[in-house]
């Protein structure tokens, strides 16, 4: 398969319609067409279910779109990553959230400029989920990451904390008072909808709560009371007097990792890494 047919198919995949793929690749539809069959004919199996009204995907297409989406990703991470690595200057680009991690990330940048053979290191500061998303495709070369929020599949990682998480609700709610509170109790509260972060390739999932990209933005929908959430135990001292927290004894508790693709052999990451693990 060429990486062209791979863009093509995820386009129409993704739209489920020939005519705004085709828009979106800046192209004809006929040719379009031609090329996703010609595509399953070379595979031998059907990847679309097309009628007269919608087209669906098979099985076998949507195995296609998680693997294609997979392999652009390596081509366009190898292509930035070999740019960078020609660059006269070298660096070393590190994404993280923004507002999380900022007593690690300070100690972290500090201890590494001390480093004998230290390169610059450019931050990438992003919302919940674009870390890794930046690592995949390598606008990053090294990210600070948080399971179970984040996936590491397909990188390798060191373990460096890891903390409870709390809830946070708007201070006049009837729970705000509560020594405590379990991950039902703040479920059924359907006065107060959990918000949607978008996923790290920018969609958001489905759901009743308001879609936010920063904790700003978030913060400021608790205190209106609009919105609840659940996060770690650390970021308390980014909240205000209109907001309550209230620990959450069964949440899953959170693990701030730093993760680096498996086959990278770039010095300035090991030593990064290497100084992330003694802190």
């Not at 081509?75 to 991690?101: F, I, M, Y």
Request: proline share 8%; hydrophobic share 45%.
């Amino acid at each position: 398969m060429e990486t062209r047919e791979l863009r093509y198919f995820v386009a129409v995949a993704e739209e489920l319609h020939f005519g705004r793929a085709a828009e979106r690749l800046a192209m004809a539809q006929p040719p379009l067409s031609r090329a996703i069959q010609q595509l399953e004919r070379r595979l031998g199996v059907v990847l679309l279910h097309r009628t007269t009204r919608a087209i669906t995907l098979t099985e076998a297409g949507s195995v296609l779109l998680r693997e294609a989406r997979t392999a652009l990703d390596a081509v366009e991470a190898a292509e930035r990553r070999t740019r960078r690595a020609a660059a006269d200057q070298p660096r070393v680009v590190l994404a993280a959230k923004a507002g999380a991690s900022t007593e690690l990330l300070s100690k972290l940048l500090d201890a590494y400029a001390a480093e004998p053979g230290a390169v610059a290191v450019e931050m990438m500061l992003c919302g919940p989920g674009e870390p890794e998303g930046l690592l995949r495709t390598g606008r990053a070369d090294v990210a600070l990451l948080h399971r179970p929020y984040d996936t590491t599949a397909g990188f390798d990682t060191e373990e460096l904390h890891t903390e409870q998480q709390v809830a946070v609700l708007p201070a006049g709610h009837p729970l705000a008072n509560r020594a405590q509170l379990s991950l039902d109790e703040i479920n059924s509260q359907t006065d107060l909808p959990l918000p949607r972060w978008p996923r790290w390739d920018g969609t958001y999932p489905d759901g009743p709560g308001p879609q936010v990209r920063d904790q700003t933005q978030l913060f400021q929908l608790i205190a209106l009371g609009l919105a609840r959430v659940v996060m770690p135990e650390s970021l308390r001292d980014q909240l205000g007097d209109d907001h309550a927290i209230v620990p959450v004894p069964d949440a899953p508790a959170v693990t701030t990792v730093i993760a680096w693709p498996p086959h990278s052999r770039s010095k300035a990451v090991a030593d990064l890494v290497h100084t992330a693990t003694r802190l």
